[in-house]
């Protein structure tokens, strides 16, 4: 079955860490994005990615960073610079252009400890 | 920007209809759609709708576009207790340079036995 995978689907940093959250799908999306969850404040984009080798920045990307070095893959660093990284982050697929939406992935929700 | 605006919570009786109410104010969005984020998992797209129609039934969920006023509702007739999640409302135009999808802050709904 065709889908979008997130791991882990709990991680804790410790201050000063870097933390790499996974993300793959298999849905032969051109597209893929990465966003944040925080309670009460909907979804908001850090980045996302049109096609292999090229990233644009979302909304909140200061403090992560992101490759796409493969169509299938769209890790997303979490770096000591974010100084409030507790969140749930939700990566998603699409195809462009078509307008059908996105599909997600079941998230992984980060903790500094 | 874009901005797209919900009310936060919502609670029905199991058998009532459920009308969430969605406003957005960019008037060039093309795509509008309706996710369901149960807990602790992503985000399910319901349904979409395109600028140039008015309303879009499916099942028991009928989504009613407002274009004059940026107004975007969905309706989910005999709604069950399996019904109890966080919907978010979205929006896209694909012409633009914004790329991603820009999401509402949610509006959880609770329905009561």
């Known amino acids: 079955d065709g889908g979008i995978t997130q791991s882990p689907k709990y991680l804790f940093r410790k201050e000063g860490q870097n933390v790499t959250l996974s993300c793959e799908q298999n849905l032969n999306h051109d597209a893929m994005y990465w966003y944040r969850q925080d309670p009460g404040q909907g979804l908001r984009l850090i980045y996302y990615s049109q096609i292999v080798n090229d990233f644009q920045k979302g909304d909140i990307a200061e403090g992560y960073s992101v490759s796409r070095e493969k169509k299938e893959s769209f890790p997303l660093t979490v770096t000591s610079a974010q100084k409030n990284p507790t969140a749930f982050y939700l990566c998603?697929?699409?195809?462009?252009?078509?307008?059908?939406?996105?599909?997600f992935g079941s998230g992984t929700r980060l903790t500094v400890v | 920007g874009e901005d797209v605006e919900q009310s936060l919570f919502l609670s029905v009786r199991e058998g009532d209809s459920s009308v969430i109410n969605c406003t957005y104010t960019?008037?060039?969005?093309?795509?509008l759609y309706w996710y369901k984020q149960e807990p602790g998992a992503g985000l399910q797209l319901l349904t979409y709708?395109?600028?140039?129609?008015d309303m879009k039934q499916d099942q028991r969920l009928t989504v009613l576009l407002n274009k004059k006023d940026k107004h975007l509702s969905l309706r989910i007739a005999d709604t069950q207790t399996g019904d109890s999640a966080i919907y978010f409302c979205a929006e896209t135009n694909p012409d633009t340079g914004r790329r991603a999808l820009t999401f509402g802050s949610g509006t959880r709904l609770q329905v009561q036995p």
């Open positions: 960019d008037s060039s969005s093309t795509y």
């Open positions: 709708i395109f600028s140039n129609m």
């Open positions: 998603a697929s699409s195809i462009l252009g078509q307008g059908r939406g996105y599909t």
